[in-house]
């Protein structure tokens, strides 16, 4: 059974920053490539940040430069750190391969920056 397992979000000014975790069992983590989503009020979820299995990563335009997304295969955890955060960041935030697999999503975790 798998299980992905977010963690780290909170409530943040404009302009600061958050770590996510996302913690992953029952798969082989090591050999999925792995990505950040979103989903905001009233919106659908949309895909943030990608990560492969040798460590190259990708960006939606508007989290580049700002989003950095990494992985530890030992740990069999990703993670996204979030600087120069924006209102328009607030979202749930949820981790799943790339591309998604649709039973894998979890319960997320919920990122707020207030202006």
């Known amino acids: 059974q798998v299980q992905l397992v977010e963690s780290g979000g909170g409530l943040v000014q404009a302009g600061g920053s958050l770590g996510l975790s996302c913690a992953a069992s029952?798969?082989?983590?090591?050999?999925?490539?792995m990505a950040w989503y979103r989903q905001a009020p009233g919106k659908q979820r949309e895909w943030v940040a990608t990560v492969t299995t040798g460590g190259r990563t990708n960006y939606a335009d508007s989290v580049k430069g700002r989003f950095t997304i990494s992985r530890d295969n030992a740990k069999n955890t990703v993670y996204l750190q979030m600087n120069s955060l924006k209102p328009e960041d607030t979202a749930v935030y949820y981790c799943?391969?790339?591309?998604?697999?649709?039973?894998?999503w979890g319960q997320g975790t919920h990122v707020t920056v207030s202006s």
């Open positions: 029952g798969i082989i983590f090591s050999i999925n490539a």
């Open positions: 799943n391969k790339y591309p998604p697999v649709s039973g894998y």
